[in-house]
């Protein structure tokens, strides 16, 4: 006859069709398994569990037996590190609900074991566990590999997104650089640089300045998407020229705005413009509303900088042109345009008359009795009075009238759409500017000087440009013969 022990470990209760007594060979083929199984009845208590648990579970003879309690076994198991309380809760809640469970027990050795208990008849619960740790470092092997695949994807994505916005960067200053370079004055470019900026960094407003003729001060010259552009600066009110080097200003940060832009509340950078290694100007562009905080001035501001470096080349180069331009077109001593310059005007605006069905005035004109000047009062003393009469010529004259130093003291002015009584009133009020000039040279007031003029229009006079100097200076030999200090009309 067998104990009560013995028939308690002979009797599986399956919750199913009430208990019946495990057969030899049940009790075998349940040893043998690859699982451990562990039985609780509806109290928590231990009726049955097979000899591999203890292999799985890695348990010792006395961690176990039959009639433990599920409390007492859990609470070692959480002793050992190898049950987390927060699995112990939720399982015990869906015990309570009579619900099945799962969850992973880690064990002090490193194996892991699938813990799965499932209800049966009457509160049972039939618990089997399972090594899984090959499973589950396949498992996060084959996570790892995804997370690292995925990391290596966005950062393809990244280098792609990045090698995109370069080449776009790269574009968009390529298509800067020729209309940079195809510029014929700095006006052209100024309108280039603000249609451009507006484009190439939206979102952003600035304004660009340049250096004055006396340094002293810097002028606006263009601006984009800017309520305002500042007639005059000074260079020291900009942090960037007194520093000598790009300024970002980041009113979050340990920064500190430029007396040129107080009040300033969002993120801006201030370039210098730099032509030849000399300081020309000043870029100041504005992130507003960017919205990304440093990211964005680095990014932004990394491309405001590559566009300043455009910008100050295309400056150094048409300042360089224009100033070679003034050197074969302008006479060195008075600044007015010379006798080869002045020729393809007259030649551009006789085409032009033609076209528009309008003429043109001339003016031909010199300085009486300049020989004696100079012999008298001296070389030095002559090119002084005639450095007065080209700024005579530049206060009176309108912006479109052309005048020129012809050779010595021969001068000549041209005068777009103006008729011959026109061109003969401005002659005479020319000759009356000159007369009431007064020269002051090493000190001494020089006596005042006369000129005399002669007056042509197109096409009433000649029909050529040749034709019309001749005529012109043939009036102007009139003049002279006449008394000098006077106009005369040149005839047909």
Known sequence: MKDEAGRRRETWHLGVAGDFPASDLAIEIMNIMEQGILVWNAEGVCELHNTRVFEVLELKPGDLTIG?????????????????????????????????YAFDRHLPSGRVVFTSGRPARNGAYVVTFTDVTEARQAQHELEAAIAKSEAAEAKAREILTSERARQDEAQKLASLDEWLQSCKSLSELFMIVQTFMARMLPGSSGELYTYSTSRDVLDGVCHWNSPGLHRHILADTCWSLRRGRAYEYDPDGLCFPCDHAQGAEDEYICVPILAHGDTVGLMHVVFAGQGEGLASMDRNGQFARRCAEHISMAIANVKLRDELRDQSIRDPLTGLYNRRYFMDALTRELGLSDRKGTGFGLISFDVDTFKWFNDTHGHEAGDEVLRHIADRLRTILAEDEVPCRVGGEEFAVLVPEGDLDATEALADRLRNEVEATEVVYLGSRLPRVTISCGVGAYPVTAGTPEQLLRATDAALYQAKENGRNRVVRAER
């Open 68 to 100: 433990t309690e599920r409390l007492d076994f859990r609470n070692r198991a959480i002793q050992r590190g190898e049950m987390r309380e927060e699995d112990r809760i939720r399982s015990e809640e869906r015990i309570a609900a009579n619900l099945p």
